[in-house]
């Protein structure tokens, strides 16, 4: 059974780059097709994905975040990262990594969601 956990600073100022990473167990991210996602949800507010990385190292990112965000993989320790650049307020939320298959609407394994708080 695959187990995705992510990991991460908690806390960040204004202007500041945020690195998350999702370890990943159970599987290796280079097989079965699948496609890795990050995805976060804002106070009071629903999903919202961020992009993804897949199998073939191919990415796709939102057109809102695309100019602010990478995403990359080491399959060396089986985890990809997210680095989100220039942070504000708004980016304020509780960051999940996924596999699934985005195109389709369907993540199929979540990690278990990790607090990231944008405070000056």
């Known amino acids: 059974q695959v187990q995705l956990q992510e990991s991460g600073p908690g806390l960040l100022k204004p202007s500041q780059t945020l690195s998350l990473s999702c370890s990943v167990s159970?599987?290796?991210?280079?097989?079965?097709?699948?496609?890795y996602s990050w995805i976060r949800q804002s106070p009071g507010k629903g999903l919202e994905w961020i992009g993804y990385?897949?199998?073939?190292?191919?990415?796709s990112y939102s057109p809102s975040l695309k100019s602010r965000t990478s995403i990359s993989r080491d399959t060396s320790k089986n985890h990809f990262t997210l680095q989100l650049r220039s942070v504000t307020i708004e980016d304020t939320a509780v960051y999940y990594c996924?596999?699934?298959?985005?195109?389709?609407?369907?993540?199929?394994?979540w990690g278990q969601g990790t607090q990231v708080t944008v405070s000056s």
């Open positions: 990385i897949n199998y073939n190292d191919r990415t």
């Open positions: 996924a596999r699934g298959f985005p195109l389709y609407g369907l993540f199929l394994s």
């Open positions: 159970g599987d290796s991210i280079t097989s079965g097709y699948y496609y």
